[in-house]
């Protein structure tokens, strides 16, 4: 992963260019760990995977902030299609020092997805934050249409063998 940062009082954007998330079995993990930056330094990171057929998407964010005026400040979390459409939000869970955020999204389309973490820095202190994304498979309408008529065929079945 990149690690890069600005020390610049300015308020500069350190932005990470944007990053892939390997999925493995449906699961991955992405996030970074943020050095040499200054407070009031803010980041867009574009994290992107694809899906392969319709599926739900979830996905939890920590950050770690060592004290009060330290660490990431993580302002959003956001999933767009490839398209650039906006497809779900995340929402702040938690923030006594560990700030968590979740994001849930069903129905997707076979597409690329991007997760954009947004924030800013309090302190020119290192600042990290970790997410894991899961992506489950959704079967089609037709398939599930397939296994009911499936299961009420082998009941009619099984009825009419134990009534002769």
């Known amino acids: 992963m990149d690690v890069r940062g600005i020390d610049d009082a300015s308020g500069a954007d350190i932005s990470q260019p944007p990053v892939t998330i390997e999925l493995v079995d449906g699961g991955g993990f992405f996030g970074r760990l943020i050095t040499g930056a200054a407070s009031g330094d803010t980041f867009t ?3 992107t995977f ?3 057929g ?7 964010l920590f950050s770690y902030r060592g004290r009060t005026d330290g660490g990431v400040d993580i302002t959003a979390m956001d999933l767009y299609s490839s398209a650039g459409t906006q497809v779900a939000s995340g929402t702040p869970v938690a923030a006594d ?3 968590q955020w979740q994001l849930a999204a069903g129905g997707l389309a076979a597409d690329t997805y991007q997760v954009l973490v947004s ?3 309090n302190s020119s202190s290192p600042a ?3 997410a894991s994304l899961a992506v489950s498979a959704v ?3 037709a398939t599930m249409t397939m296994l009911l008529g499936g299961l009420l065929l082998i009941g009619a079945t099984r009825r009419r063998c134990k009534v002769q």
């Open 45 to 47: 990171d574009r994290y």
């Open 54 to 60: 319709a599926a739900s998407v979830v996905a939890d």
């Open 97 to 99: 020092g560990i700030e």
């Open 128 to 130: 990290v934050y970790s």
């Open 119 to 121: 924030g800013n820095l």
């Open 139 to 141: 079967p089609e309408p």
């Open 50 to 52: 694809t899906t392969g």
